[in-house]
């Protein structure tokens, strides 16, 4: 890792396989590591904390994490928290789409139009938080 990725902020969706919001989150993550905030942000692989992998436990802990969970059972902020981490946010596609109802998921494997859709509205409220965060942090 570079001294210029010392900065970024970690986002950490859900692995949710099987599920519609867990499929969202995923696609914000994307949105905003990739189009919204590159230079500011990056993911991280749930999996690797679950599997107790040693570098990832380290960024977590040395990173400002926004977690996006998909479901009630919150997996991404409990396996932050797990190795010593803390989310700065723990953002919840559910209530996202509570606001956003018309927005249905299509399928798992595929969003859809309405799908995309949520998980862009989704995106856009991750990157508000790195701005804010970003903003802070510059004080």
């Known amino acids: ?6 900065h970024k902020v970690l986002i950490i969706p859900c692995s949710g396989i099987g599920k519609a919001f867990g499929s969202v989150g995923r696609e914000a993550t994307y949105l905003v590591t990739e189009e919204l905030r590159p230079d500011e942000t990056e993911t991280l692989c749930l999996s690797l904390l679950t599997l107790g992998d040693e570098e990832a436990g380290y960024r977590v802990r040395k990173h400002p ?6 479901c009630p059972k919150a997996c991404a902020e409990a396996n932050v928290k797990s190795v ?8 919840k596609v559910v209530e996202i789409y509570r606001e956003h109802r018309d927005l249905r998921v299509a399928s ?3 969003l859809g139009e309405p799908g995309r859709k949520l998980a862009a509205i ?3 409220k991750v990157a ?6 970003k903003t802070t942090e510059a004080r």
């Open 84 to 91: 010593g981490g803390r989310s700065v946010a723990n953002i």
């Open 122 to 124: 989704l995106a856009e």
């Open 128 to 133: 508000v938080e790195v701005d804010a965060l």
């Open 1 to 6: 890792m570079s001294s210029s990725d010392d």
């Open 108 to 110: 798992v494997l595929e």
């Open 65 to 70: 994490v926004i977690t996006i969970d998909g």
